[in-house]
Each structure stands twice: as structure tokens, then as C-alpha cells.
């Protein structure tokens, strides 16, 4: 599967106006990052709607998890 070069920069736009709206979320994953991602670790993540309703799901850390952990960042230049 070749890769498309108009993607991949309208997909680096569009995490630039992300971490523009967000700033405090790609230095959280940073911080995440250096403390290096560990086997056994649970992770969860919790969404509140508008509504005021949530979700919330986690998950127990892999090595499969950390090796494709590794390969996003790999492909931003990380």
C-alpha cells in the first residue's frame, strides 16, 4: 500500500490545529512516553458527554500494545 503524500500533510495540519485546541494533551502523552510504557500497566480512558453521561473503558498494556505505541511515534518523528 503506497502512502499518500497529500494525507500524510493534511494529517500533520490537522494534528497541529489538535495540539493548538488541546495544549495540554500531546505534553500528558510525553510524559507518558518517557516514563516509557510498561507491560502490565493499565491504562483507562473517560469520556463525559454533553449530556453529562460517561464512558469509560481501559485496558491492561501488551507487548503488542508498546510495539505499535512505538511505531506511531516512530512515524511522527518521535
Known amino acids: 500500500m503506497a502512502i499518500n503524500p497529500m494525507a500524510m ?3 500533520k495540519e490537522r ?16 510524559m507518558l512516553r518517557e516514563q516509557g ?4 500497566a493499565v491504562y483507562e480512558l473517560k469520556v463525559t ?8 473503558m481501559n485496558f ?6 508498546i510495539e505499535t505505541f512505538r511505531l506511531l ?3 511522527q518523528g518521535e
Open 73 to 75: 511515534g516512530s512515524q
Open 37 to 40: 510504557l510498561q507491560e502490565g
Open 9 to 11: 500533510l493534511q494529517m
Open 15 to 30: 494534528l497541529n490545529i489538535f495540539q493548538k485546541d488541546h495544549p495540554k494533551v500531546f505534553p500528558f502523552f510525553n
Open 49 to 56: 458527554l454533553p449530556d453529562g453521561s460517561e464512558r469509560v
Open 60 to 65: 491492561r498494556m501488551n507487548e503488542n500494545d
